[in-house]
């Protein structure tokens, strides 16, 4: 039910209706009204104020903080006047004070939040100096740099990680000018129960929090001639805000993410589809051989997700997926068709976890991922345009199922595997309702019947929802568990794009199964030319699925 409008405020002589509780910036902005802030995450009040916000109260004639205010009672409220303007750039001096001067080199450089508000306050010199405090940098990980010199104690990182993610790694410690964010007792990142989601990248308003970029690796290898620099996309980047902004028209559909990464000079270029197909085929056979040992499988699709279950797993009759990621499936398939030849995998993909999975892999030779982020500072030093004369896929692995569209979005996974399910008893589609799968918010289990037989799937949409949906269905678990560690799937993965979080999920699905539905292909089982090739893998290597699963040491 929807809270009332009962405080009638002033903001700047105008009355406004206010619901009790509000947070005094909401109401602001929905005046149309800019209020610069650094820490303010949407929705949630600020326990760290950085106070760029403050507004006066005439009825108090106190300066106070518009995010960390929650409307309680009548205020007269000034948002912008000479002295407001000072303060504000006075309380961001300050914050500058002990900031580094690189912007030139700086990873963020003009996407900078703090560089972007003293040009908005007109701060263009440094007028205090204190002394600087020697924090080093965390390059532990694999996926995320740490760089604590540039933090401004914002907490917006501590908020994500905790109260949306619930991950709990991030945290205030120290006090005063000593004072850090980081794991518990100091520990680095690679040592912390961190999964490598990268929500907290999209959030840090400076260059404290960023990908490892790999970008001087792909060029190195593109001037390897030893090796051939094979790309390989997730196809969500066709949607992502970044990409799809290169778009001449709003209806304009070019693949733009293969232009960029053909002009780079990659030898080769490919989706990663066809290599989805062969993980869910595989994923069929391993779900059914689960159910015969009466486990429940989860799916291993999200990198974070299953770095967050190996560190608290619940329960023994759970059974994590130990298929090899699709990247790795496309891997093994390059190696029988270019048998003689040396490559490198270049992925580009929404999801940080990848540059930690390439990095933890033994693989012959070293794969890297990289970000939309890392794709769009490659596309600035190429020769790209908007005309591009091939924006297709390479061939032989250019085809690929409507079913590999599925996983990147909540309940996918659950969806394809009923799917095939369904070819493979005959049993029509019609009597499903796959909008029971389409529509889990939080998590929940759907029940499907086929031949008599009672299938379950849970679906957890969101890494902060794993420890409650398991503990909920510790008594009867569902056959299949599929997890998206972030909310809504991977086009808001924490290596999309910023703009992406703006994106009503309703909007982007609509397009999303638009695409699923106009893909030819509609099983991966019929997909005859994939399915021959890796067929053929197995029998010369005299295995039948072994090498597609993860080895484990005896």
């Known amino acids: 039910?929807?809270?009332?409008?009962?405080?009638?405020?002033?903001?700047?002589?105008?009355?406004?209706?206010?619901?009790?509780?509000?947070?005094?910036?909401?109401?602001?902005?929905?005046?149309?009204?800019?209020?610069?802030?650094?820490?303010?995450?949407?929705?949630?009040?600020?326990?760290?104020?950085?106070?760029?916000?403050?507004?006066?109260?005439?009825?108090?004639?106190?300066?106070?903080?518009?995010?960390?205010?929650?409307?309680?009672?009548?205020?007269?409220?000034?948002?912008?006047s000479p002295e407001l303007l000072k303060k504000r750039s006075m309380l961001l001096e300050l914050i500058l004070a002990n900031h580094p001067d690189d912007c030139l080199y700086c990873v963020k450089?003009?996407?900078?939040?703090?560089?972007?508000?003293?040009?908005?306050?007109?701060?263009?010199?440094?007028?205090?100096?204190?002394?600087?405090?020697?924090?080093?940098?965390?390059?532990?990980?694999?996926?995320?740099?740490?760089?604590?010199?540039?933090?401004?104690?914002?907490?917006?990182?501590?908020?994500?990680?905790?109260?949306?993610?619930?991950?709990?790694?991030?945290?205030?410690?120290?006090?005063?000018?000593q004072s850090r964010i980081e794991p518990e007792f100091g520990k680095l990142l690679y040592q912390s129960a961190c999964?490598?989601?990268?929500?907290?990248?999209?959030?840090?308003?400076?260059?404290?929090?960023?990908?490892?970029?790999?970008?001087?690796?792909?060029?190195?290898?593109?001037?390897?001639?030893?090796?051939?620099?094979?790309s390989i996309f997730s196809p969500i980047l066709e949607f992502d805000q970044a990409i799809t902004s290169l778009n001449k028209t709003a209806r304009s559909r070019e693949n733009h993410t293969v232009s960029i990464l053909r002009k780079s000079g990659s030898n080769h270029v490919f989706s990663l589809n066809p290599a989805i197909d062969l993980y869910l085929y595989e994923l069929l056979n391993e779900f059914k051989a689960t159910l015969k040992?009466?486990?429940?499988?989860?799916?291993?699709?999200?990198?974070?997700?299953?770095?967050?279950?190996?560190?608290?797993?619940?329960?023994?009759?759970?059974?994590?997926?130990?298929?090899?990621?699709?990247?790795?499936?496309?891997?093994?398939?390059?190696?029988?068709?270019?048998?003689?030849s040396?490559?490198?995998?270049?992925?580009?993909?929404?999801?940080?976890?990848?540059?930690?999975?390439?990095?933890?892999?033994?693989v012959k030779d070293k794969n890297y991922a990289y970000t939309v982020r890392e794709l769009m500072k490659i596309k600035q030093t190429t020769s790209y345009g908007n005309n591009s004369s091939n924006v297709k896929t390479d061939e032989p692995l250019h085809l690929f199922s409507a079913l590999s569209y599925l996983p990147f979005i909540?309940?996918?996974?659950?969806?394809?595997?009923?799917?095939?399910?369904?070819?493979?008893?005959?049993?029509?589609?019609?009597?499903?309702?796959?909008?029971?799968?389409?529509?889990?918010?939080?998590?929940?289990?759907?029940?499907?019947?086929?031949?008599?037989?009672?299938?379950?799937?849970?679906?957890?949409?969101?890494?902060?929802?794993i420890k409650t949906a398991l503990e909920t269905w510790e008594n009867r678990l569902p056959a299949f568990i599929e997890i998206l560690a972030c909310p809504n799937g991977c086009y808001y993965g924490g290596g999309a794009s910023k703009e992406n979080q703006n994106t009503e999920f309703k909007q982007f699905s609509k397009q999303w199964f638009e695409i699923f539905d106009q893909t030819l292909i509609r099983y991966p089982q019929r997909n005859t030319q994939l399915i021959s090739l890796y067929q053929e893998i197995k029998e010369k290597q005299s295995s039948d699925s072994s090498l597609f699963y993860i080895q484990k040491e005896e």
Not at 140 to 154: D, F
Not at 198 to 217: D, F, H, M
Not at 309 to 316: P, V
Not at 432 to 456: A, P
């Open 342 to 362: 040396k490559f490198q995998l270049h992925e580009f993909t929404t999801c940080v976890a990848q540059k930690h999975i390439h990095a933890t892999e033994s």
């Open 195 to 230: 999964v490598y989601c990268g929500k907290c990248l999209q959030v840090c308003p400076t260059a404290s929090l960023y990908e490892r970029e790999n970008i001087s690796a792909f060029f190195s290898s593109l001037g390897n001639t030893a090796q051939k620099t094979i």
């Open 1 to 80: 039910m929807k809270k009332e409008a009962n405080i009638t405020i002033h903001i700047n002589g105008q009355k406004i209706k206010a619901t009790k509780g509000e947070l005094l910036l909401d109401v602001i902005r929905k005046q149309g009204i800019n209020i610069p802030t650094l820490c303010h995450f949407e929705g949630k009040h600020s326990d760290y104020p950085c106070r760029i916000c403050i507004v006066y109260d005439e009825n108090s004639k106190s300066y106070i903080p518009s995010c960390n205010t929650r409307i309680t009672e009548e205020l007269n409220i000034t948002t912008h």
């Open 293 to 340: 040992e009466n486990k429940t499988l989860i799916s291993t699709f999200c990198p974070s997700a299953e770095l967050y279950i190996q560190k608290s797993l619940y329960n023994e009759n759970i059974k994590l997926s130990a298929l090899i990621k699709p990247i790795y499936f496309f891997q093994k398939i390059l190696e029988h068709i270019y048998p003689e």
């Open 410 to 465: 909540p309940g996918g996974m659950s969806e394809a595997i009923v799917r095939m399910l369904s070819l493979e008893n005959n049993a029509a589609n019609n009597n499903i309702n796959f909008d029971s799968f389409r529509n889990v918010e939080n998590f929940g289990i759907v029940k499907i019947t086929l031949h008599q037989r009672e299938y379950s799937f849970g679906i957890i949409n969101g890494m902060s929802h």
């Open 109 to 177: 450089n003009n996407a900078c939040e703090l560089r972007l508000l003293a040009n908005e306050l007109n701060v263009d010199q440094r007028r205090f100096h204190t002394k600087e405090i020697a924090f080093n940098t965390d390059k532990s990980s694999p996926a995320i740099t740490r760089e604590y010199a540039k933090c401004i104690l914002c907490g917006k990182c501590v908020t994500i990680c905790n109260e949306v993610q619930k991950c709990n790694v991030l945290q205030f410690n120290n006090k005063g000018k």
